[in-house]
C-alpha cells in the first residue's frame, strides 16, 4: 500500500466515488422506492436473542461512531481533553469498552440470523454482505483500539485534517501515508461502507425519527385543509 | 368547541351468530399476502375466551393503551424518551408465538409421493420458513371452547368474579359464551399514532379513519405494542405495520366495508357521529367510573343549532351533517344508550360500540318442572348465565351500571313487543317494565325496528366523503390487484 497510485486511488478517488453513490443512490431510493426504507426487523419472528444481539450492538455502534464524527468536527477539543494522561485512559477504554460491545452484538446478530430459522427467511444476500462488512470493520476497529493506541490523539492529529482536506477537495494524502495498515483497512472498507449503504438495509440509519421528539401527540391529515377556527 | 365528523360503528352482540364470515371478506380483500398471512384485521373471538393474540386483554403483558399518571395522560408502553432506548428493541413487542405461525400444505405430495403402503398425506408446511411445522395455535383456535379449561378460564376479563361465578361459567350443562368481533376501533385519542415515532400512522380529519402511511413506515413497531386492542400488525415480510383501513376505498365509493357488508347476522352499523375535538384529552384522563359517560358527552347533537354552526365553521359539509343527523350510531350510542365502548379503560377513546349480549335465565328447572322466573320482570338479568361483572369488565371500565341499564332496556323492548305481537304478557307490565328501564313505548318501537327490521340503508348511512378528487379514483383498480391495496401502485416488496 505504499504505490503512491494505489494511495492515490484509495485515499483520494475512492471516498469520492463512495460518497457520489451513497448520495445519488440514497437520494433516488427515497424518491423512487419509499416503501423500501425500513428497518426492516425481525424482532416479531424472534424476542429474546433479538434483545441480547441488537441492544449491544446498537448501544455500542451508536457511541463508537458519535466519538468518530464529534473526533472529526472537533479536533482541537479532543486535543485538550487528552491533555492530561487520565482523562485520555479513561476516554480510550470507554471507546474500547463499547467497541467490544459492538463486536459481542454483532456476532449475537450474525448467530442468530444463522441459526434461527424464522429469521433467516427474511435474511437476503445483502444483509448478509452488510453483516460481513460491519463484521470486519468493527474487528478492524477493535484490532486498532488495542494495537495503535491513543486513536483518540492520532485521529484528531493525522486523519480528521485528512478528511477535511477531503472536504476542501484537495486531498492531502501526506496524513495517511505513515499511518499502520490495520488503519488504512480501517479507513477504506468505511468508503465500501458508505457506498453499498443504499442498497442495503443501512438506510434506516437516515430515517430515524427525530422529529417525534417535538412533534404534536397526535397527528390528524386532512385531505383538504380545515377552514381556521376563527 | 372543536367540530369534527367520525365515521363510526356499533356491533349488536345480541345478534352475532359467530359465522365468521367478516373475517374471510376482509382477509380475502387484504391480507392475503405475503408477511400478512397471520393478520386478522377482522375477527371474532368467543367469549370468554383468550382471544387473538392470546390473552390480549392482559395489558400487565402487552402495556397498550394510556394509563393516567400525576393527572397526565401517558402512554403505557413507550414516550417520546425511552423510544430513544427502546427503538432497538421493543420491550412490550408480542411475537409471533402470541399469535400463530401461518401454514399451508404440502399438496405437492399427494402428487409426487412414491408408491407406498399408505395413503400419502400433505403434511403442513410453515409459510414463514417452508419447513414441516407442528401446528399449535391457527387463526380463531379457540372458537366456540366456552367452558374450557385452558382459554375460557383464561379470560382476562374474569377479574373481579367470585369463585361461584367462574365455576357456573363452565358447569357442563350451564356453561355460556358469547361472540364478540373485532376490528380497529378507529380511536379518537388512538395510542397507535401518538406512538409512531415516524409520524407514518395518522387519523384522517374528514372522518377519522385511522391509516398508516406504508411509504414512511420505518418498522419501528411502536404501534404494535401501543394498541391496546392488538390490532396493529406487524408484517414481517415487508417490515411495515399494517392495519385495519375500514376499506376507505370502499367508502369513498359509498359502499360498506367488506366485513359490514358480508355479516350474516345483520349485527353491524355504520353512521357518522360529530364529536368535539377539543375535548378529547381531558375525557380521556377521567376516573375509571366516569369514562363512559365522559366519552358520550364528547359525541354532539346534529341537530343542535350550535353544534351545526360549530361544525359548518370548520368546514363539514351539509351532506355529512345531514347523514350524521340520520347515524344509527348516534342513536344507539348516544339517545338510546344501549351500545358501550370496549374497555374504555384503555383511554383511546374508541370509535365501535357494541351493544350488549343478552343471557337471562328464563327458567330453570327443578324436580323435572319448568319454572319460569319471568315475573320478578328484572332480576334475572342480575342473574344472566353471563355474569353482570364479565361484561362489565369489557364494557363499562368494570362498572355494572352501564352494561345493567342497556340489558334492561333490551327486554323491556323485548317484552313490549311480546306483549305487543303474541299477547302472552300483561300490556301493563311491559309498560311498567319500559318505564324502569327508562323507555318511553315509542323509542321501544325506534330500537325494535333498527334491531330487527332494519334494512342495508337504516344499518349503514355513509356519508359521502367528497374524496372524488383524490388522484387514486383516476386510476386503473386492475392495477392495484397486486399492489398492496394502499393506494399506490407497486407491489409491496421487502426493501433490502
Ligand atoms: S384500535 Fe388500536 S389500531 Fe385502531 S385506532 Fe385504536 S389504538 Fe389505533
Ligand atoms: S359476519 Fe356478522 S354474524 Fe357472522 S361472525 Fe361476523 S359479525 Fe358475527
Known sequence: ????????????????????????????????????????SSQFLENQRHFWALVPFHYGIVFVLTGHVVAFFLPQQILAWNSRPLRLYVLETTALVFGLLTVVGLLGAIAR??????????????????????????????FVAIFHPWGSAWFAAAISPY???????????????????????????????????????????????????????????????????? | MDVRSQVAMVFHLDKCIGCHTCSIACKNIWTDRRGTEYMWWNNVETKPGT????????????????????????????SKTKTIFNIY??????????????????????????????????RPISMVTGELIHIEAGPNWDDDLGGSPVYAENDPNLKGLSAEQRAQLSAVERLVFFYFPRICNHCLNPSCVASCPSGALYKRGEDGIVLVDQQRCRGWRMCVAACPYKKMFYNWNTGKSEKCILCYPRLETGQAPACFHSCVGRIRYLGVVLYDA?????????????????????????????????ARKNGIHESVLESAQRSPVYQFVKVWKIALPPHIEYRTMPMLFYVPPMSPV?????????????????????????????????FGAGHEGFVRYALRKQKAVRWYRRALTVGDVEMATAERMLR???????????IYRLTSLCTFDDRFVIPPMHREEAIQMLEDPLEHKQGAGFGFVSGPRRGT
Request: net charge negative; glycine share 4%.
Open chain 2, 51 to 78: 382471544g387473538f393474540p392470546t390473552r390480549w386483554e392482559d395489558q400487565e403483558k402487552y402495556h397498550g393503551g394510556w394509563e393516567v399518571h400525576d393527572g397526565q395522560l401517558q402512554l403505557r408502553s413507550t
Open chain 1, 1 to 40: 500500500m505504499t504505490n503512491p497510485f494505489v494511495n492515490q486511488l484509495l485515499f483520494a478517488v475512492v471516498p469520492y466515488l463512495a460518497m457520489f453513490i451513497f448520495f445519488l443512490a440514497t437520494i433516488l431510493r427515497y424518491r423512487l422506492a419509499p416503501y423500501s426504507y425500513s428497518s426492516l
Open chain 1, 163 to 230: 478528511l477535511w482536506s477531503l472536504v476542501r477537495f484537495s486531498p492531502d494524502l501526506g496524513y495517511v501515508a505513515m499511518l499502520p495498515v490495520a488503519v488504512k483497512a480501517h479507513i477504506v472498507l468505511a468508503y465500501a461502507i458508505i457506498g453499498v449503504t443504499p442498497f442495503t438495509r443501512l438506510v434506516h440509519i437516515l430515517v430515524v425519527p427525530n422529529p417525534y421528539l417535538w412533534r404534536r401527540t397526535q397527528v390528524v391529515r386532512w385531505y383538504r385543509a380545515p377552514k381556521e377556527a376563527a
Open chain 2, 278 to 310: 377539543s375535548r378529547i384529552e381531558a375525557v380521556a384522563s377521567s376516573t375509571d367510573e366516569k369514562l363512559v359517560e365522559a366519552q358520550r358527552t364528547l359525541i354532539l347533537d346534529p341537530h343542535d343549532p350550535e353544534v351545526i354552526a360549530g
Open chain 2, 436 to 446: 324502569e328501564a327508562d323507555c318511553s313505548p315509542a323509542e321501544a318501537e325506534a
Open chain 2, 89 to 122: 428493541h421493543n420491550p412490550s413487542m408480542p411475537t409471533m408465538d402470541d399469535y400463530y405461525e401461518p401454514w399451508t400444505y404440502d399438496y405437492q405430495h399427494l402428487f409426487n409421493a412414491p408408491e407406498g403402503p399408505d395413503q400419502p398425506t400433505a
Open chain 2, 362 to 394: 328464563m327458567s330453570n328447572q327443578a324436580e323435572g318442572t319448568i319454572h319460569h322466573n319471568s315475573e320478578d320482570l328484572f332480576h334475572d338479568i342480575d342473574e344472566s348465565r353471563v355474569p353482570l361483572q364479565f361484561l362489565a369488565n369489557l
Open chain 1, 113 to 142: 440470523r444463522l441459526t434461527v430459522s424464522k429469521v433467516r427467511a427474511v435474511t437476503n444476500g445483502f444483509d448478509w454482505v452488510v453483516l460481513a462488512m460491519l463484521l470486519a470493520q468493527v474487528l478492524l476497529g477493535v
